[in-house]
């Protein structure tokens, strides 16, 4: 069995997603914001933001792929698995995404959405890998700068498991 190793609580993540929240709402008040996630991480994440965004907004979801992707490394090319089902120009986006790592992905939907002319377009990332980063992107929200370790939780899977845990958790694999 894989051994898992706290990294964050779920009281430290539930305390950083009301401060994210906080901060959002600060900045969207009367606009409405279209919060668009990207799964199939996202989900854990923007259930509890939407919930603690105490103000009018609506969701979406964009499924993305990797090409080439192994368990525990990212890589290379992304493709639209599932794409908007919703109008976007003229909106205020906020991408939400639970993690960063290489860049590729938010850098992918970034233009990908831009392309699209919403009114504005900011990004809130609740795990930040920034040691790992291959490609600068715009992080208007953070939660956490995380350790260069693979982690799961929260989530975050390895081979499609943990997604379910309340916390942060590096993963050590098997010897
Ligand atoms: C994870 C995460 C981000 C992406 C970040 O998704 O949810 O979308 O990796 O990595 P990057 O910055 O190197 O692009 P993953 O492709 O593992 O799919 P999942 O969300 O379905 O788990």
């Given at each position: 069995m894989p051994q898992l190793q706290v990294i964050l609580s779920p009281q430290e993540i539930k305390q950083t997603v009301e401060r994210l929240a906080q901060e959002i709402k600060g900045d969207y008040q009367g606009k409405n914001p279209l919060l668009i996630g990207v799964l199939k991480g996202c989900f854990v994440f923007m259930a509890d933001l939407a919930r603690n965004l105490d103000m009018p907004l609506e969701v979406e979801f964009v499924t993305l792929s990797s090409y080439g992707r192994g368990r525990t490394e990212s890589s290379g090319k992304v493709r639209v698995v599932r794409g908007l089902r919703t109008p976007i120009k003229n909106r205020h986006v906020l991408v939400v995404e639970d993690i960063v790592d290489s860049g590729m992905t938010l850098n992918f939907i970034l233009d990908y959405l831009q392309r699209r002319r919403p009114a504005s377009l900011k990004v809130c990332v609740l795990?930040?890998?920034?040691?790992?980063?291959q490609v600068p992107v715009p992080i208007d929200y953070r939660g956490f700068t995380a350790p260069d370790v693979f982690v799961v939780g929260y989530g975050l899977d390895y081979d499609e498991r943990f997604?379910?845990?309340p916390g942060l958790y590096a993963l050590q694999e098997e010897s």
């Amino acid at each position: 069995m894989p051994q898992l190793q706290v990294i964050l609580s779920p009281q430290e993540i539930k305390q950083t997603v009301e401060r994210l929240a906080q901060e959002i709402k600060g900045d969207y008040q009367g606009k409405n914001p279209l919060l668009i996630g990207v799964l199939k991480g996202c989900f854990v994440f923007m259930a509890d933001l939407a919930r603690n965004l105490d103000m009018p907004l609506e969701v979406e979801f964009v499924t993305l792929s990797s090409y080439g992707r192994g368990r525990t490394e990212s890589s290379g090319k992304v493709r639209v698995v599932r794409g908007l089902r919703t109008p976007i120009k003229n909106r205020h986006v906020l991408v939400v995404e639970d993690i960063v790592d290489s860049g590729m992905t938010l850098n992918f939907i970034l233009d990908y959405l831009q392309r699209r002319r919403p009114a504005s377009l900011k990004v809130c990332v609740l795990f930040d890998k920034a040691i790992r980063r291959q490609v600068p992107v715009p992080i208007d929200y953070r939660g956490f700068t995380a350790p260069d370790v693979f982690v799961v939780g929260y989530g975050l899977d390895y081979d499609e498991r943990f997604r379910h845990l309340p916390g942060l958790y590096a993963l050590q694999e098997e010897s």
